[in-house]
């Protein structure tokens, strides 16, 4: 892992400076989702953003430095996706647009998600960020089936873990697996569907019991 003493970016403190790296994140995104992580090269994005490779290298030290900061600002998109989409009394409801929010943001970042995973293989601190996207995830799920099944036989840290894994996968197969093999996958409202419909069923098929908090963010 790199030492996280050290400053993965060079700072941009004008105004100038911080458009010139926000071209560079955009070139490195659209890089990223065209060529995979193997492909891509720092060439590439120069001429993508229409920069020399020294104006590159003046913010980035290398291709993993910039990649990672994408991999940073694509964590808190995806797991800041479904806040605010809970309304209390109204379970079924809210599992439907948390997942259609999650969905339709992994869905506008598939190339760019099949692109780090390629780039996890390699990076272990590309890893641990997807790691820690995971376990904080799993940790907001464990709380809200804490609060509002505490009799449930299903033990909340499994649970937690076995449904937020399943619409991760379901996701990558979809729309990652799904289109590089030419497969259909489900529209969006069908995918949505499938996906709330198996939350609220594990849930809540047989309790007796009706959710009374919103999950905890």
């Avoid at 050290?6 to 941009?12: E, L, N």
């Amino acid at each position: 892992m790199a030492d996280e003493s050290k400053p993965r970016t060079r700072t941009a403190p004008t105004k100038k400076g911080q458009l010139t790296r926000a071209r560079i994140m955009d070139a490195g995104r659209d890089v990223l989702s065209e060529r995979g992580y193997f492909g891509a090269t720092v060439a590439e994005i120069a001429e993508k953003s229409s920069l020399s490779l020294g104006a590159i290298y003046r913010y980035f030290e290398n291709k993993d430095v910039l990649f990672l900061e994408i991999l940073e600002e694509l964590v808190e998109e995806l797991y800041t996706a479904v806040s605010g989409s809970w309304t209390k009394g109204e379970e079924f409801e809210s599992l439907r647009e948390s997942s259609r929010r999650y969905l339709a943001t992994y869905y506008s970042n598939r190339h760019l998600i099949a692109g780090l995973i390629e780039m996890s293989a390699a990076v272990p601190e590309c890893a641990e960020l997807w790691w820690n996207l995971k376990q904080k995830t799993f940790r907001r799920k464990e709380r809200y089936l804490q609060r509002n099944l505490p009799s449930s036989p299903l033990k909340p840290e499994y649970a937690a873990v076995a449904l937020a894994t399943m619409v991760e996968q379901l996701a990558y197969h979809w729309y990652v697996e799904s289109e590089k093999h030419g497969v259909q996958a489900p529209s969006l409202e069908e995918a949505t569907e499938t996906v709330s419909l198996i939350w609220y069923r594990s849930i809540y098929a047989n309790t007796g019991t009706e959710a009374i908090n919103a999950p905890a963010d």
